[in-house]
């Protein structure tokens, strides 16, 4: 299996999670405010899908044709499912790297996406990667690529050599990978309680440790006990991605753009020193102590870069569109450095004006309310909006009228997982081309009204024919609730808000049914 697999673990499925930063429209977004030119995005790739939750919601949502592939068949031929339920054509397979990125049917492509990846696989399979995104991505085309850096991955190199190797020598391989790992954490707990001299070095090991016990298992599976697990450098990155000509656009993460929200007055005067970009974003992960990267990668970036009234234009150009009730919006930012209180008579009439969930371009919002400081100040504000996902990218009508059919129908398809699992939490919504966060009980009551149940006595009824007996247990305020008139009047309470606050929001947003 080790030779199948490149060494990656196997025996275990991934979890079935959404990343927004693979999504071309959000890709948009954030090039615009570097200053980089966005392609038109007609074929994409994402390499490893994993579930495929993510490509599939893009590919529903949207007019861009996705390929993929992952070498786990389990994953693929659920990733497979749901695009054959969606009818997106998105064409996800089972193929490893090696014969994907062999294969002479592929187009070339606009956008290829990465997640986690690049840190997991064996430098064969990254030599495969890089090749084929050098033959395969157009000039000016986009590369996502997410993957665990120094510094902040590098007292973890150890740790997680001692993980894996405890789970491959000291426990029985008939004994499944979840108790293998459990046994592993146990033995790094007991290590840890000697405290080692490593420990004393790195004294936030103790911290990460033990928040390892807490995380899903195929999760910990897939990002440490596979046979290669390699942090690296930005400005090693940066060199082998220039051998593809590929260079370093942005911070695919919104805020992370933003120094303001994540350095001192300090840390920026220094970084502002710094001409070169390389060199930058390296000390900046010194800063940080960064230990993971979402970043952007432009083919012959330099010819990408936008002029002054370029820039203007494409920022002007974004739309967006407000995915939150403008009541549960919190004028707060928290980054892993700072909590930030975000200035109350710049935001709200910015946020007043967008609480009917209508897209908007920056152009129209820029002349509906205008912000002190110009385009670039509103600009920002948007875009921070954007980071803490108060506000998405939204797409063209155009676009939004051609996606609702494949949104729907995908929608579909995993409201009738959620009868049976709670391992799905996002819908696609056409709107904005990407996933919203749904959790399970919100699913159901959608796929009541999408089978004309109304009103929230009616949906909740409908819920607790499903749930009731079910080994999940509803829970308020983060405890279970334990009898069933508990549960009915949890789901009752849920859906009076669901009614009140979000159908409406969720209908503007192409989620919900309207009649």
Known sequence: MTQWTGGYVDGIDYTHGYYRELGPLHAAMALAHAGVRMPTVGHACELGFGQGLSTNIHAAASNVAWYGTDFNPSQARFAAHLAQAADSGAQLVDQSFADYCARPDLPDFDFIALHGIWSWVSPDNRALLLDFVQRKLKPGGVLYLSYNCHPGGAPMVPVRELLSGYAARMTAPGAGIDRRIDAALAFAGKLLATRPAYLEAHPQLAERVAALQQQDRRYLAHEYFNQDWQPVSFAEQAATLGAAGLEFACDAHHLDQIGLLNLSAAQRALLAQLPDPVLCQGVRDLMMNQNFRRDYWVKSADRQRLAPAEHDAALRGQRVVMV?????????VRTSTFDIALNQAAYTPLLDLLQDHQPRTVAEIERAVPMRGGLRLLYEAIFILCGTGVLAPAQAPVTVAAARAGSRRLNLALWARARDSDDISYLASPVIGGGLAMPRILQLFLLAQSQGVRGAAA??????????????????????????ADQLAELR???EIFE?????MYQLLGIADTA
């Open 324 to 332: 939150m009730p403008r009541a549960d919006v919190e004028l707060r």
């Open 459 to 484: 949906w909740s009824e409908f819920a607790w024919a499903i749930v009731a007996g079910q080994e999940m247990p509803l829970q308020r305020d983060g405890q279970p609730l334990t009898t069933a």
């Open 500 to 504: 009140s606050a979000y159908l409406a």
């Open 493 to 495: 309470r849920k859906a």
